[in-house]
């Protein structure tokens, strides 16, 4: 990746270009003035100007998991600020599930170095299924300290979707201390509808990134959910979903959830917007699940270009496309013309592997004679099947065909 060092230090300047104000759905050419990382003034010079560029609120994922993009946040950061992207709600409940607590103060301290926005959340499902042997168990005596720290703003998906319904002490424990902190809950609960659907929202639990199908997303929104639309490295949903930005332009956000490097690389929730604009969706209510319905829910402090506000924006070229010539957070200047200003900061080491070497009788999966199960993957979907067939079988073992 292209990179220079962090020259610009200052969080004080001023640009002038057309503003666009997406909580007054409003664009007008203006001057802006910020101090300290604060907008200090905005004058209006009149209307939409063609020569100018655009400056927009910064892009917010509203959901993913830093671990799966295999970067360190800050290295994260480094690749996300050239996209526009200014902040993340971030969970951290991989690591979390190697580690525990400690994986968590990690993930915090390293995002600590850089001046780019994650918001972490407590996860409320390590391990994530009984069946796990990752290492680490998150009771509601760790949450509850988790909860205190710096950094934590919300409870993170609530995987446990069948422990919701059926009211497992457990998960309700940690749902009643969430809401003791007023602090807004995740939810994860693949194909739920109906009567389903509205206990789980009933339970306290806001949102879902998991609504493959329109009717599934419809449903939740019935119950008072929030929905993420996905468009990640594993799961891919916007095609499914995109009509609810025009219908529900308050109550839809955007997120990648697992985001690999190389698709961190090509671009991130800017992506996501510019192809949300060429379906033909106002410009508005794309800007306004991108880059502000997530302040809005989480209670985030991030700016919206108006003045009080932090400096957390994105110069752009033109609002079809939505290239980005700058990136600022917090007034600094953190991005240009496709070119990183974060240095890159080494990592500590937090962990280590230790494996004993395989052999191949380790891994053969013995055939019984018959039909077996298979799991049958699905494109974008995160979902699976089950296939019963008989494998094609070599040396006693099932083997691929």
Same mark, same amino acid.
């Given at each position: 990746m292209p990179e220079t060092t962090l020259t610009n230090a200052s969080h004080s300047s001023s640009i002038t270009a057309n503003l666009v104000r997406v909580d007054a759905r409003r664009i007008f050419s203006a001057e *802006?003035?910020?101090?300290?990382?604060?907008?200090?003034?905005?004058?209006?010079?009149?209307?939409?100007?063609?020569d100018l560029p655009y400056l927009i609120p910064g892009f917010i994922d509203a959901h993913v998991h830093i671990e799966s993009s295999m970067l360190t946040p800050c290295e994260f950061a480094r690749l996300a600020v050239r996209h526009g992207t200014v902040a993340t709600v971030s969970d951290p409940h991989e690591i979390a599930n190697v580690l525990g607590v400690a994986g968590v103060e990690y993930m915090l301290n390293n995002a600590s170095?850089?001046?780019?926005?994650?918001?972490?959340?407590a996860p409320s499902c390590v391990p994530a299924t009984p069946f796990e042997s990752a290492g680490a168990?998150?009771?509601?005596?760790?949450l509850d300290a988790l909860f205190r720290v710096d950094g934590i703003r919300y409870l993170s998906e609530v995987m446990n979707y069948p422990g919701v319904l059926n009211g497992d002490p457990e998960i309700l424990a940690k749902l009643a201390l969430a809401k003791r902190y007023g602090y807004p809950i995740d939810g994860h609960a693949p194909g739920l509808n109906g009567d389903d659907a509205r206990r789980y929202a009933a339970a306290?639990?806001?949102?879902?990134h998991e609504c493959s199908t329109l009717p599934e997303a419809e449903a939740k929104l019935a119950a008072g959910m929030h929905i993420l639309i996905r468009e990640g490295s594993a799961a891919r949903n916007f095609s499914a979903l995109h009509t609810l930005i025009g219908r529900y332009p308050d109550r839809v956000m955007l997120c990648s959830d697992d985001k690999h490097p190389d698709d961190l690389q090509a671009g991130h929730i800017?992506? *996501?917007?510019?192809?949300a604009i060429s379906l033909g969706h106002d410009?508005?209510?794309?800007?306004?699940?991108?880059?502000?319905?997530p302040i809005r829910h989480y209670g985030?402090?991030?700016?919206? !270009?108006?003045?009080?506000?932090?400096?957390?924006?994105?110069?752009?070229?033109?609002?079809?496309?939505l290239k980005v010539i700058k990136t600022w957070i917090g007034g600094q200047l953190l991005a240009e013309q496709g070119l990183s200003l974060l240095p890159s900061i080494k990592p500590e080491i937090i962990n280590r592997f230790e494996a004993r070497k395989l052999q191949p009788d380790d891994i053969t999966i013995r055939y019984p004679g018959g039909n077996i199960k298979v799991i049958q993957? !699905?494109?974008g979907e995160l979902l699976t099947r089950q296939l019963i067939v008989k494998p094609k079988v070599s040396a006693g073992g099932s083997v691929p065909d």
């Open positions: *802006l003035h910020w101090q300290g990382g604060i907008i200090v003034s905005i004058a209006e010079l009149g209307a939409e100007d063609a170095q850089t001046p780019f926005k994650f918001f972490f959340g168990c998150l009771a509601e005596k760790q306290g639990i806001g949102t879902d800017d992506r *996501l917007a510019a192809k410009v508005f209510d794309v800007l306004q699940c991108a880059c502000v319905n985030l402090p991030l700016g919206q !270009l108006r003045v009080g506000d932090s400096m957390d924006a994105v110069l752009i070229g033109d609002l079809q496309n993957a !699905l494109d």
